[in-house]
């Protein structure tokens, strides 16, 4: 009797990629090597498309620049896709990338024995073009040599801009102010230590001096934060996305580091602290009076000699241009995506810096640091008559129409009884929605109008748990640190935005006591915008690792058994 063959050695099936001479890479994703293959690919390709079978990644400047300012050669980026790929990488895919990836350093920004910034080039073919440029010509004082020029002093980030839109990316090698210094140290006692990731992120950001860190929410980035305010030692601004995440960061900050009360200020719309180490808001820093941002001040109030970006991702766009002038400061950079909805990706690389360290979602998962997630769409019906108002619509009321469904309340109840006990986020865009949704739950509700007292209050009785459910509106979206929760219900939100489905898996990613694991649902109209614009928030759920599961309402509770 014939036995059946053994199966063949992984290493001798054919790779899952397709790499295309379009610089797009086609992943298959039940391949048994998809994910070591996504996981290799994503340190410089990004995800474009992820429908059920095959995920669509494409090669970029921007991805390749970034992945070489994090120590990746292109060397190391060929020999992913020789790994992985299917068929012969196209001989133009191989030229584009050693050659593109060959442009990053080419020019130096340096300072010389005088402290006079100067601009260097590799050769002189390349200091020649772009000085050619008009932009770019402005901010150039007086040649040095063939292969120099002398900048201008004020225009060291405002010609790293210029310089990456005109394709050469400048390596900026030109130091920093020490700032005033001030004694910051980690306080170890309870055994307190920095995780393995956390003090690689700490030592590749001072290894170069200023860029952008990568890790999950949950991963502990204030703590990255932390370390680098521990290392330089040094009076220190912090900008945040609101006052709640303000205060956590002054709590953990409190708890984890030798500072004390007196050391931290708040700079914010209800108090105007300036402390060796202040935190301000974004929203105050964009603040206008006649015309004038009106607290401008702060960024000079002191010497500081670290500049930490939390969720810069969320860098509202006047302060790119504030920190033009901020290039002689150490700039950190915190995000658990570089994804940007406004296209302004390349501002992050020029102005705060590229990215130096980033460790992906599942792999955090794996060593037991956040918690493992399940992902559900729930795909729901209108009914005949909402469906033939939805279609006499006009394009810009449809994405309301269809997220504000009423039929998605019922859903909620269903999810809720569910998973009766655990503590619940219930997520939505719409105020009218948010409060229709507290009041048939009998559920506290959180928006832009509660007051911080209030915010602080309820984040807190849900942490306890005093409080097991809470409705909430994007405001939990950013900086909240609600370990506990194991449930989110996102019944609608800011269109396709990815930045936005991070943040709120984020909110469940905390490691938990009670050992429970996460489940985050998306309530979505089939057959409307609301589900084209779910399936590019997908894509972020794809790009980090994370399946998900399509549920149908009608039949919801047996679905998901």
């Known amino acids: 009797m014939n036995s059946a063959p053994a199966p063949a050695p992984v290493s001798a099936i054919p790779g899952p990629l397709i790499v295309q001479s379009d610089r797009t890479v086609l992943l298959e994703v039940a391949h048994p090597l998809a994910e070591d293959a996504r996981h290799d690919l994503a340190v410089f390709a990004e995800l474009e498309r992820a429908p059920e079978h095959i995920h669509t990644y494409r090669i970029t400047r921007l991805g390749l620049w970034n992945a070489r300012a994090a120590g990746h050669a292109a060397d190391d980026m060929m020999a992913t896709l020789e790994k992985y790929s299917k068929f012969p990488i196209p001989q133009s895919v191989s030229v584009d990338i050693a050659e593109t990836v060959a442009r990053y350093g080419r020019l130096v920004i340096e300072r010389d024995n005088e402290g006079v910034l100067t601009l260097t080039a590799t050769d002189s073919a390349v200091l020649a073009e772009i000085a050619r440029a008009k932009k770019i010509a402005n901010l150039l004082f007086e040649k040095r040599g063939d292969n120099s020029f002398v900048m ?23 130091g920093y102010t020490p700032g005033t210094p001030h004694e910051i140290a980690l306080d170890h006692s309870g055994g307190f230590a920095l995780r393995e990731y956390q003090d690689h992120a700490v030592a590749n950001f001072f290894e170069h001096g200023s860029g952008v860190v990568v890790l999950p929410c949950g991963a502990g980035k204030t703590l990255v934060g932390a370390g680098a305010m521990a290392t330089s030692k040094t009076t220190t601004l912090i900008l945040v996305t609101n006052i709640v995440s303000a205060r956590q960061w002054r709590a953990e900050l409190l708890k984890r580091t030798t500072l004390t009360e007196d050391d931290i200020g ?107 997630a399940s992902c559900f769409e729930v795909r729901i019906d209108l009914p005949h008559q909402e469906r033939l108002e939805y279609a006499a619509s006009a394009d810009d009321a449809r994405y309301r129409l269809a997220a504000s469904a009423p039929a998605k309340l019922d859903v909620v109840r269903q999810l809720v009884a569910k998973h009766e006990g655990e503590r619940i986020l219930i997520i939505g865009q719409y105020l009218d929605q948010i409060d229709e949704l507290a009041e048939a739950l009998d559920a506290p509700q959180l928006t832009g109008a509660t007051s911080v007292d209030d915010r602080e209050r309820l984040y807190q009785e849900f942490r306890d748990g005093t409080t097991k459910i809470l409705v909430v509106s994007k405001v939990a979206n950013f900086s909240v640190d609600l370990p506990e929760a194991t449930v989110a219900i996102q019944v609608s939100g800011s269109y396709g935005s990815r930045q936005e489905e991070a943040q709120r898996l984020g909110r469940l990613l905390r490691p938990k006591e009670s050992g429970l694991p996460a489940n985050f649902y998306t309530l979505v109209t089939r057959d409307t915008v609301d589900q084209d614009f779910a399936q590019n928030r997908q894509r972020f759920l794809a790009e980090q690792g994370y399946s998900y599961t399509i549920l149908d309402a009608h039949s919801l509770d047996a679905a998901a058994a």
């Open 152 to 174: 201008q002093p004020w225009a060291r980030g405002e010609l790293k801009q210029e310089l990456l839109k005109l394709g050469w990316p400048a390596e900026d090698l030109a």
């Open 266 to 372: 708040e700079y914010s719309g209800q108090l105007k602290e300036i402390k060796p180490v202040t935190i301000a808001t974004y929203q105050i820093l964009t603040a206008r009076r006649k015309g004038e941002y009106a607290h401008l001040a702060l960024l000079d109030a002191l010497d500081w000699g670290l500049v930490i970006y939390d969720e810069v991702h969320l860098l509202p766009a006047p302060v790119f241009k504030l920190t033009a002038d901020l290039q002689a400061r150490r700039r950190l950079g915190l995000t658990a995506t570089l994804v940007r909805e406004d296209g302004r990706e390349g501002d992050v690389f020029s102005l705060i810096g590229p990215k130096r360290f980033d460790a992906p979602w599942k792999e955090i998962e794996a060593q037991g640091f956040i918690s493992p």
